[in-house]
DNA sequence: ACAAGCAACTCCTCTAGTCGAGTAGACGCC
DNA sequence: GGCGTCTACTCGACTAGAGGAGTTGCTTGT
């Protein structure tokens, strides 16, 4: 045994349940920093001896911990404190057009400027009707035609985010909108080239559990919640432009906003 | 049996877990709308039998959803398909200055807006030193004094916010901002009159799982996560005059931003 | 008619095992 | 050295029970 499991004995006198007392006193080994990012947790077996009680009272310990998103299973190996990721900051002026005009698109110039690499995956570009709800944003029907353009971010190889933008058909076709490669400045760009200034963005932001096919594009751990973007770009004449749908690991960001007291 | 368990047999062809078949099964009674709100989930008995598994299967597969945040049990009545409250929308003025003209904090005139009866509850009042998060982000050191004011939103009885106001005693002290009814416009108005103008807030939004304490303070449901916002108010010479710390049931908003594209 | 009591039903906690499958290190063979 | 095998250890899935406690509604006695 080389290490030692340093954690108390099961009180007998509370009336707490023994499966969450196991995971109150490995949470608070978490919370000390006594177990760090990355550690192994003593394993279940070891864990069954030291509490003397049965292997699902332990497993229902670690279900707790682990879908509050403090460890991670790994079958074969063990459980273990989880790493969280860096943080990265969105501020609210990032679709400034002082940034775009250096060129690069918004996530682009971030990444590189936080000495991260960034790397945008699975592009799918279409054209189709929008939902109802895309629809009433851009003041469409669904009868109208949009540009479909789907994405995946990550950063050093780590997917930390999903957007998918839906610009009317009539402002993107035969713009670089529709190809792969958008191009400097990416969309906005070729909006603006299209006659219409950019004047604001309205950003809707919900937070949920992901669903199965968000945890797995974004490889998220469990117990991790993902923040929803809605996001509607208005033209000066209050047009809209175009709506970007956002889905990102919460863990992995903070959203930084600032708002008037005019 | 008056309730015919309208649910598809396991496929022991597929190498997909047991639980996670009948989880499956559920979800999609739920998002069908075959289970609607409020809806009584069939027992864990009545699962047992129709798919012949063990007791342990069937809680397995109860607890996915649960984590989901698609159901709560209730013990001795059954598990339960949560019902949503309805949701709010944070506008990004709401901070603007001629809603504080009306004589009425942001969240009073909000809820009341909207139609639902507003509470404040448990006001903490304290003066103390900040900790260096909170002196950081007023400009000032872990020795300096803030006047501190905790308190629990509630809409119809039910909570749905804390919010923690920091403030510098310099200002606060000698005002209503130190008693339990801040005044008319709230301790926004009160900074005010202390002479700084306020000019703009920054917020930025975290999300994550609640703490236990958050989610017995909120009534959080098992499965939903919560917005941490953190707010700082400054005045038109650049000084920091408040920040405040939020926590929000994520289910019950929808924080909405207007960022610019100059 | 009413209240008390009881039974049935619900989920909660826990025990004590089995079998399966992925991981990693030790070991021996080539 | 390089390669495969063996084995111990890990978590994953599942079974088959036990007693407990909260809720609901029926029955029964007054």
């Known amino acids: 045994m080389v290490e030692p499991l340093n954690l108390p004995d099961l009180d007998s006198a509370s009336d707490r349940a023994v499966f969450r007392q196991v995971a109150d006193h490995l949470r608070d080994a978490i919370d000390r ?23 699902m009272t332990i497993r229902n310990a670690l279900q707790v911990l682990q ?8 079958h074969g190996r063990g459980v273990f404190v989880r790493s969280h990721p860096p943080v990265r900051r969105l501020a609210s002026d990032r679709f400034a057009r002082r940034h775009r005009d250096q060129g690069k698109a918004a996530f682009i110039a971030e990444t590189e400027g936080a000495g991260g690499k960034p790397t945008v995956d699975s592009i799918e570009i279409a ?9 009433e944003r851009l003041g469409l029907t669904t009868d109208d035609r949009v540009a479909v353009r789907a994405r995946r971010y990550l950063i050093n190889g780590q997917p930390v985010e999903t957007a998918t933008s839906y610009v009317p058909a009539e402002i993107a076709r035969g713009t670089r909108i529709m ?27 919900k ?7 968000e945890a797995r594009a974004l490889k998220l751990a469990p117990g991790v919640p993902v923040f929803h973007l ?14 970007c749908d956002t889905v990102m690991s919460s863990d992995a960001y903070v959203l930084s906003y600032e708002l008037p007291a005019r």
């Open 33 to 55: 920093g006594q177990l760090g990012q990355g550690d192994k947790v003593p394993s279940e077996a070891q864990l069954m001896q030291h509490y003397g009680v049965a292997r």
């Open 67 to 74: 879908s509050e998103g403090l460890t991670v299973a790994e």
């Open 127 to 135: 054209e189709l009707s929008p939902s109802p709800a895309i629809a």
């Open 179 to 205: 190809e792969p490669d958008s191009g400097p400045g990416g969309i906005y760009a070729r909006i603006e080239e299209q006659g219409y200034r950019l004047d604001r963005f309205v950003e809707e932001v």
């Open 207 to 213: 937070s949920r559990m992901p669903l199965r096919s």
């Open 230 to 243: 809605v996001r509607t770009a208005y033209a000066t004449d209050g047009t809209p432009v175009e709506v």
